[in-house]
């Protein structure tokens, strides 16, 4: 993947103080994390191992819908080193159920996610049994014995089946809706009726697999004597399963401890807390010995909440002068048989995000959640962000078609103007700071001259190119966590709330303490993935550089008052007087005399301004009012060879203005990774089920995750740098940026290159070669009729 990165502009100064060291804020830092993780020095969850472990299997429904029968274990209990074999039927105390989330706004059923079912099943791979053995070989032969009697029943395989009703999921929800969620500001009738062009378009998403290195995996331990629980998990952060832990069992908060280690990816899939770790808490109470589960991948394809899977219908109104005077969008999203605590979240973004960068005064929103007979859904990177700029992006350039308008000009007509911050959207956000006429200018100054309308390559192939805004909501949650405590040798530790399962957090998050206190790389060590070190909030939404950042900057300005405060006690000094540089404490004009880090531990508790074992430790906490908007530009050049329907991405342009860069190595590193998602959420991936909700897509062979080999384009990836307001770190996040405007902008190419051939309706994500081709021949066929 060739790729350029430059920083494209900068509004103004970043408002904290910045050291001038090359390891400080808004240095290209390589990730200090690297180096173990090649070694294979860090553990993963399947590389722990405790005193007296057993092992956890789980057996899954083989049917989407149907009455399960009461499971004949005896077989499985006989076999020497089986220690449990139970389903809900025989043991109902292992089933519980993780409550369905509470929404502000929205309305929510209470359909939790249970840990095992109970005389039915709602979707191919629930949970119906568990194996407890003294090895995994042996839980693994064991699963071999036992098989779910399920009598199937019809289900609800698609939105239109969910719509219609005909088949409920759950008997007692009606009309099969788990979620609504509603906004409406302005007269949208009278808005329309006195448009000059109403544009009318429908868009629908697939399913998508998150499909991370890593699939979901625990140990769960409980202490005998105390009730202690420790749960080691693959989880985005330890602070969000714990909660909801305390919350499924009733547990005390502080009897309860989560522990995160390296983790192989997430991309939003390792959020909410699985039901299988749920049930690994359970056992390991029972039995007073220490339960690990480790997920396979073709578990992974199936029991793993997945993303996406949303359609729209989207209406634009338009003056004469075609600037936007009214929007309205009806969503359906497909959620699944169950709620895990996030999975009307991706649905719900996607609805409050539909006023885009366009400014817009008039709109109705509806979002509609239906229950599925498939696994639940949840955040996927982007978690509705992608949906919500593809709906308003491909709109956009259908108007454009309809209208006569330059797709560029039509887009340029109508951004929010960078005098307009703070804006209000139609949806009740309120957008921080941003220059969106400024990323569009710049894109096109990178993007350079457009290829001819439909033109036709050397070797037959059409060119295309497509291009996209977008917003992002990032930072939800309000607050993140931080402390810093200076060791006896001088060594800075920061503990975070914030944790890193791939992003560099122990990389930037160090950045941010040498910037403030001045000091050496190597004398800050960042700690994170346990919720003893405190509460905090956790990683999700792009919100660990703002929020986790910013509690950072805030705890290191604590810990640098605190530390002068002792040096000028220690230098009988005025604190105004004193220094602090480079690790030492001097008075003003004697630099030649002073106080090391290493040193004021020891000095301070002889003079007794530290107790005989206490260390210099402050915590603090960021807070925000509300999230941040970071926002971009993308665009995309792509060849389709007319003869097999293959679609090749030859370039992307991506311009992203996320605030302060903290390390821009590290974010041209995420561009690049979400980028290649974007693009194979727009060419290969889908989630597909036959007439029967039979998954078709369950394993690496079916399920087309890309390679390097379609990672062979080029990437160009600069950054605006207009830092929020909102904090004084300036930060507002990059870790889903491509994943956004990547899959709009390609699904514009490929509209653009097919256009010169009549093509007016192109089929939706992905455009495998068989969809593009079938779309060519009908297109023609078409034409041929009509002539």
């Known amino acids: 993947m060739p790729r350029r990165s430059v920083l494209a502009g900068v509004e103004k100064d970043m408002t904290m103080e910045v050291n001038a060291s090359e390891s400080g804020v808004g240095s290209s830092r390589p990730r200090n994390e690297d180096a173990p993780l090649l070694r294979g ?18 057996l899954r429904s083989p049917l989407p819908s149907g009455l399960l029968e009461p499971m004949d274990l005896a077989a499985v209990r006989e076999l020497r080193g089986v220690v449990v074999a139970a389903d809900a039927a025989s043991d109902p105390e292992l089933r519980v159920v993780v409550p369905a989330p509470q929404v502000p706004g929205a309305v929510i059923a209470p359909k939790g996610t249970p840990t095992l079912a109970r005389d039915r099943v709602r979707f191919v791979g629930e949970p119906v049994a568990v194996i407890v053995a003294e090895s995994r070989s042996i839980a693994e032969d064991a699963a071999d014995l036992a098989y779910p009697v399920v009598q199937p029943q019809d289900g609800v395989y698609t939105l239109d089946d969910a719509v219609a009703a005909r088949v409920l999921v759950h008997v007692d929800v009606r009309d099969n809706v788990l979620a ?10 009278r808005a329309l009726a006195s448009s000059t062009w109403v544009v009318d378009a429908e868009f629908a998403l697939p399913r998508l697999v998150a499909a991370p290195m890593e699939p979901r995996g625990c140990i769960a331990t409980v202490d005998s004597h105390t009730g202690a629980v420790t749960l080691y998990a693959s989880s985005q952060d330890p602070h969000r399963p714990k909660q909801q832990l305390v919350t499924t069992l009733g547990l005390d908060p502080s009897l309860v401890r989560v522990v995160v280690p390296a983790v192989g990816g997430a991309f939003g899939s390792k959020g909410a807390i699985a039901p299988e770790y749920v049930l690994a808490v359970l056992l390991a109470k029972r039995l007073g010995r220490p339960v690990k589960w480790i997920e396979d991948r073709s578990e992974n394809f199936v029991g793993a909440y997945q993303g996406r899977g949303m359609r729209a219908r989207v209406a634009m109104g338009f003056d004469s002068d075609a600037r936007l005077q009214v929007l309205t969008a009806d969503i359906q999203a497909d959620l699944g048989a169950y709620l895990y605590q996030s999975t009307p979240v991706p649905a719900i973004t996607a609805a409050t995000l539909m006023g885009s960068v366009y400014d817009l005064a008039t709109a109705r929103v509806e979002m509609t ?14 978690a509705g962000r992608p949906e919500a700029a593809y709906f308003v992006e491909r709109t956009l350039d259908v108007a454009a078609q309809e209208l006569g308008v330059d797709p560029i000009e039509l887009r340029r007509r109508n951004l929010i103007d960078a005098t307009q911050f703070p804006y209000r959207t139609v949806t009740g956000l309120t957008y921080d700071s941003g220059r969106y006429q400024a990323a569009l200018d710049q894109l096109l100054e990178r993007l350079g001259p457009a290829p001819s309308h439909g033109a036709t390559q050397p070797d037959g192939r059409l060119a295309g190119r497509g291009c996209a805004l977008y917003i992002e909501r990032a930072a939800p949650g309000g607050w993140e966590s931080a402390t810093a405590i200076l060791q006896e040798d001088g060594l800075i530790v920061l503990r975070s709330g914030a944790s890193d399962h791939g992003q560099g957090h122990a990389t930037s998050l160090a950045q941010i303490m040498v910037s403030t206190l001045g000091v050496a790389f190597e004398q800050v060590r960042v700690e994170q993935g346990d919720s003893d070190f405190g509460d905090g909030v956790g990683t999700f939404g792009s919100r660990s550089m703002a929020l986790g950042g910013e509690a950072a900057r805030l705890v290191a300005v604590e810990l640098r008052e605190r530390i002068t405060q002792l040096g ?17 404490l001097f008075v003003r004009g004697s630099a030649e005399h002073g106080v090391g880090l290493e040193q004021l531990t020891s000095l301070a ?3 007794e301004l530290l107790g005989p074992s206490e260390l210099v430790t402050v915590a603090t906490r960021s807070s925000i009012d509300g999230p941040v908007f970071p926002y971009g530009a993308y665009g995309a050049d792509v060849e389709i060879d007319t003869e097999t329907g293959v679609v090749k991405v030859a370039r992307i342009v991506a311009l992203d ?18 980028t290649l998602q974007g693009v194979a959420s727009a060419l290969f991936e889908e989630v597909v089920v036959d007439e029967d909700g039979q998954p078709l897509t369950t394993s690496l062979m079916t399920y087309l995750v890309p390679s390097a080999v379609e990672a062979a384009y080029s990437v ?15 930060a507002k996040g990059i870790g889903e940026s491509g ?3 990547a899959l709009s902008a390609v699904t514009n190419a490929v509209a653009d290159a097919l256009r010169s051939l009549g093509v007016r309706e192109i089929p939706d994500p992905p455009f495998t070669p068989q969809r593009i081709w079938i779309t060519i021949d009908r297109s023609q066929r078409e034409s041929l009729q009509q002539r």
């Open 568 to 584: 000028a006690a220690l230098l009988e000094a005025a604190p105004e007087d004193v220094l602090f540089d480079g690790g030492r």
């Open 605 to 607: 508790r002889r003079h």
């Open 41 to 58: 020095s860090r553990d993963y969850i399947d590389d722990i191992s405790l005193p007296g472990m057993v092992y956890m299997r789980v």
């Open 180 to 189: 609504r969620w509603r906004s409406e500001t302005g007269d949208v009738a």
């Open 739 to 741: 994943t956004i405007g």
């Open 657 to 674: 203005d996320a605030g302060t860069i903290i390390n821009p190595l590290l974010a041209e590193g995420q561009v690049l990774g979400s």
């Open 369 to 382: 959640g239906f229950a599925t007979n498939r696994v639940p859904t949840g955040p996927y990177r982007g």
């Open 716 to 730: 160009e990836s600069s950054f605006l740098v207009t830092p929020t307001p909102m904090t004084m770190l300036g």
